[in-house]
Every structure is written in structure tokens, then in C-alpha cells.
């Protein structure tokens, strides 16, 4: 079995085109999401931070410029916009916003890999599978998207597996409710603090070996959550 090179997330709204640029990423041995359109881009990039993203334009409720913007004030993710919009001006866009390489379509499969190569090479991101968090028994591994407490595995929602990989990442960072819903929950309405906690709750109730006095996901008073350092 090849081994997974690197998580890429694959926001294009066309299916089939999606479709097409999945089956060419996993021919080279990397794992593959794919959503279609900018809001869910957004979510997905949020909690499960992969390592590459490919970006169309030209996408509903969220365009890919703004995906692209907002991204990158979150983070340093490697961008490759795709786009129908094939001007000088339209590329010197994009990689102001700041995307780090722009590819126009028709996508050609031998340009698109050699593209992504080449930015994960960049970002470092190529270099081998993703790092599992360890917090004492506790360990977060965002490659495989598992949790497991002294080697049992745990079963976790999606959100619940973004809140424990949010706080591991940092230990000892204090996250305030806040923030946790903006990397977690994204553009989701009707998400308020109090989902937040009653999620902390469950996840407590999962890994925790006395969820009334938590050893990893730790309540600050008047502030938000942090994990525990170690």
C-alpha cells in the first residue's frame, strides 16, 4: 500500500471536476477530501487542517477568494487556486490575497501533481505523515483523524475531534469559547457558547477518567478551555 503523503482538501463545486482531481492526488499517494462549496471549504479546513488545499474561484455561499483570504489569516496552509479566470490580472489576485500558486482550467493531471509536489515541498508538509499529540496517556492523531487513551481507541465526533485536536496542538493555551467555535465550527449558524460546552461535556465524558475533575480538557473560569501541558 502507498503510503499517504499528505491530507488535501479539494473545494470545487463542479463534482465531476472535484472528482477527477481526486482520483489524480490519490494515484500519488495522498489522502483526499472533498467539498463543494466555500462554507463547508472553510469548515472543513478548520477541523480537519490539511496540509494542501485546492481551491476553486467560482464556488457558492462562499467564493474561493474569500476562502482564499480568510485562510490565510488563519494560517500558513499551502493554497492552489484552480480557475476558469485565466488573466494576468486574475492570477496577480489571487496570489495577493495570498495564494501560493494559481492553475487555470482546463486542468492538466501532470501539471496539477507537479504543482502540489512542489508546494508541499515548500511547506514541509511532504515530509511524512502527520504528528501524533501526546498529553500523557492522551494521544491525538490527526493523520488517521483517531483519539485513543492509553492505547484504547475513542470514538469522537467530528466536532468533538476538532475541539481535543484544537487544545492539543497547545497545551496550556487558553482557548476561549470564541475562538474555539471560529476553528472548529466555522460558518455553522446558531452556534453558540453553551454547544461549546455541552461538546466539552460529552468529550470529557469519553476520555476522561473522572469527568467531574477533568486530568486533560481543563475549564479556565471566566475564560474558556485549555489542555493540560502534560
Known amino acids: 500500500m502507498r503510503r499517504v503523503t499528505a491530507r488535501i482538501l479539494v473545494a470545487d463545486d463542479d463534482p465531476k471536476h472535484a472528482q477527477l482531481i481526486r482520483l489524480y492526488l490519490e494515484r500519488e499517494g495522498h489522502q483526499v477530501l472533498t467539498v463543494g462549496d466555500g462554507r463547508a471549504a472553510l469548515e472543513m479546513a478548520r477541523s480537519r487542517r490539511p496540509d494542501l488545499v485546492v481551491l476553486d474561484v467560482m464556488m457558492p455561499l462562499v467564493d474561493g477568494l474569500d476562502v482564499c483570504r480568510i485562510l490565510r489569516a488563519e494560517s500558513n496552509i499551502a ?128 476520555i476522561e477518567a473522572n469527568p467531574a475533575e477533568p486530568r486533560y480538557v481543563q475549564t479556565v473560569y471566566g475564560r474558556g478551555y485549555r489542555m493540560a501541558e502534560r
Not at 476558469?84 to 489576485?93: F, G, K, P, W
Not at 470514538?155 to 476561549?176: D, H, M, Q, W
Not at 457558547?193 to 461538546?199: F, I, K, N, Q, S
Request: charged share 30%; hydrophobic share 40%; net charge neutral.
Open 79 to 206: 493554497i492552489l487556486l484552480v480557475t476558469a479566470r485565466s488573466s494576468e490580472n486574475d492570477m496577480l489576485l489571487g496570489l495577493d490575497i495570498g495564494a501560493d500558486d494559481y492553475l487555470a482550467k482546463p486542468v492538466s493531471p501532470r501539471e496539477l501533481t507537479a504543482r502540489v509536489r512542489a508546494l508541499l515541498r515548500r511547506t514541509g508538509a511532504s515530509d511524512g505523515p502527520a504528528s501524533i499529540l501526546r498529553v500523557g496517556d492522551l494521544e491525538v492523531d490527526p493523520g488517521r483523524f483517531e483519539v485513543r487513551v492509553a492505547g484504547a481507541p475513542v470514538n469522537l465526533t467530528a466536532k468533538e475531534f476538532g475541539i481535543v485536536e484544537l487544545l492539543a496542538r497547545e497545551p496550556g493555551r487558553v482557548f476561549t469559547r470564541g475562538q474555539i467555535i471560529d476553528k472548529t465550527f466555522g460558518f455553522e449558524h446558531d452556534v453558540s457558547e453553551r454547544t461549546v460546552d455541552a461538546h466539552v461535556v460529552n468529550l470529557r465524558r469519553k
